[in-house]
T-cell receptor, first 112, second 112 residues
Framework: DAEITQSPRHKITETGRQVTLACHQT?????MFWYRQDLGHGLRLIHY???????NKGEVSDGYSVSRSNTEDLPLTLESAASSQTSVYFC???????????FGQGTRLTVV | GESVGLHLPTLSVQEGDNSIINCAYS??????FIWYKQESGKGPQFIID?????DKRQGQRVTVLLNKTVKHLSLQIAATQPGDSAVYFC???????????FGGGTRVLVKP
């Protein structure tokens, strides 16, 4: 069955380190998204991509970057992790023209 | 899977009663409105969507109402069941498949 997977599921890192969270989908969806979920803020958009080599900044993109070298993957990189980036991160994908976004199970990132 | 213990408005509902979850959206230019359900430890899951040119749409046990005059969206769940206990988010998007802006969420607790 097609799916969207995130790895790792849990990560603890130190302030200042570079961290990459992986997102892989097997639906062949053009659209992919990264959100973070914090207490009191719901889901906020970090970066998104509408296709290979396309990336766009979302609402809270500072300190994050993404790259889209193929359809299946949209890795999220924290260039220099900060305590304010402690959060739960969700990746999602959707087909062009479709309204249903499929979410991964999330990655809990703790920056100490 | 991951979720966070958000400080959310909570709706307590007796099993078998109907639930109504409300959402105020911000962008009058949004073309799609979507409801997501997030169970503990999981990513959000699509429930139902409605396009801006509609005011009502029904699914299985769920109905979404859209009032563009006051920028208000609601989700009605008929005969609420224990499995409906979750956090519910509304989201708005400019076009199908494109990035979404999420509301803060409402926690629904179903009492037996």
């Amino acid at each position: 069955d097609a799916e969207i997977t995130q790895s790792p599921r849990h990560k603890i890192t130190e302030t200042g380190r570079q961290v990459t969270l992986a997102c892989h989908q097997t639906w062949n969806h053009n659209n992919m998204f990264w959100y973070r979920q914090d207490l009191g803020h719901g889901l906020r958009l970090i970066h998104y991509s509408y296709g290979v080599q396309d990336t766009n900044k979302g609402e809270v993109s500072d300190g994050y970057s993404v790259s889209r070298s193929n359809t299946e993957d949209l890795p999220l990189t924290l260039e220099s992790a900060a305590s304010s980036q402690t959060s739960v991160y969700f990746c999602a994908s959707s087909v062009t023209g479709g309204t249903e976004a499929f979410f991964g199970q999330g990655t809990r990132l703790t920056v100490v | 899977g991951e979720s966070v213990g958000l400080h959310l408005p909570t709706l307590s509902v007796q099993e078998g009663d109907n639930s109504i979850i409300n959402c105020a959206y911000s962008n009058s230019a949004s073309d799609y409105f979507i409801w997501y359900k997030q169970e503990s430890g999981k990513g959000p899951q699509f429930i139902i969507d409605i396009r801006s040119n509609m005011d009502k749409r029904q699914g299985q046990r769920v109905t979404v109402l859209l009032n563009k005059t006051v920028k208000h969206l609601s989700l009605q769940i008929a005969a609420t069941q224990p499995g409906d206990s979750a956090v519910y988010f509304c989201a708005e998007g400019g076009a199908a498949g494109n990035k979404l802006t999420f509301g803060g969420g409402t926690r629904v607790l179903v009492k037996p």
